[in-house]
Each structure stands twice: as C-alpha cells, then as structure tokens.
Nanobody, 127 residues
C-alpha cells in the first residue's frame, strides 16, 4: 500500500500563492505517477495536474495551465503543487493520488486511474 499525506493548504487572498505538498510512504517503489485533484462543495472531484514519477512528464487541467506547476522530489518521496495567481474558483479541498500502472499514464485525468488517495487539504481563496 501507499500512504499519501497532503499539507500546505490555507486561506489566501485572490492573486496570492500557495504550495501544496504530498508526502508518500509505504510502497513508494510501486508509484508510477501522482496527481492532484480538487473538490469544491457540491461538485464532483476534478483533475488538476499529474506528474510521471520517473520521467517528470506532466499534465494540467486547462483551468490551471500557466498558473499551477506540479513537481516532484524523488529523494523525499514528495510531490508539490505550486499555485500562483489564485482566484476564488480555486477554492476546494485538494487531494493527492497515486497509481502504479504505466499503461494508465495516457489517462491521467480520470479518477479511476488512481489507486491511493490522501485525506485532502483545504484551500480557500478570498476575493
């Protein structure tokens, strides 16, 4: 199993920045990719960004492209989500997720691709 713990959420004004972290433990050797998703109240959980654990290739949702950056530190088993130019619509609980299936790298935006999920961290952007 893989355990994922998110941190770094909080309250920020529109236009500000936050950096989320996702620390992985357990069977980290089995991780092929990690993703960030978010869920606002009353809405479905939606894809934000994903990164290939080995090659570093990335995917982004259109709504965050140019504002958010996903990165990894393999030595620390940690993935980061740098969020800049935040807007109120970015308010949500942000979840980290991982999977170990190379054949699923072509479907990084689908929730069912991922096997393990963290508990989430709240991000609130005030106007």
């Amino acid at each position: 199993q893989v355990q994922l713990v998110e941190s770094g959420g909080g309250l920020v004004q529109a236009g500000g920045s936050l950096r989320l972290s996702c620390a992985a433990s357990g069977r980290t050797w089995s991780i092929y990719a990690l993703g960030w998703f978010r869920q606002a109240p009353g809405e479905e959980r939606q894809f934000v960004a994903a990164i290939n654990w080995y090659g570093g290739a990335t995917y982004y949702a259109d709504s965050v492209t140019g504002r958010f950056t996903i990165s990894r530190d393999n030595a620390k088993n940690t993935v980061y989500l740098q969020m800049n130019s935040l807007i109120p619509d970015d308010t949500a609980v942000y979840y980290c997720a991982s999977h170990g299936k190379p054949q699923s790298w072509a479907r990084p935006r689908e929730r069912q691709t991922y096997d393990y999920w963290g508990q989430g961290t709240q991000v609130t952007v005030s106007s």
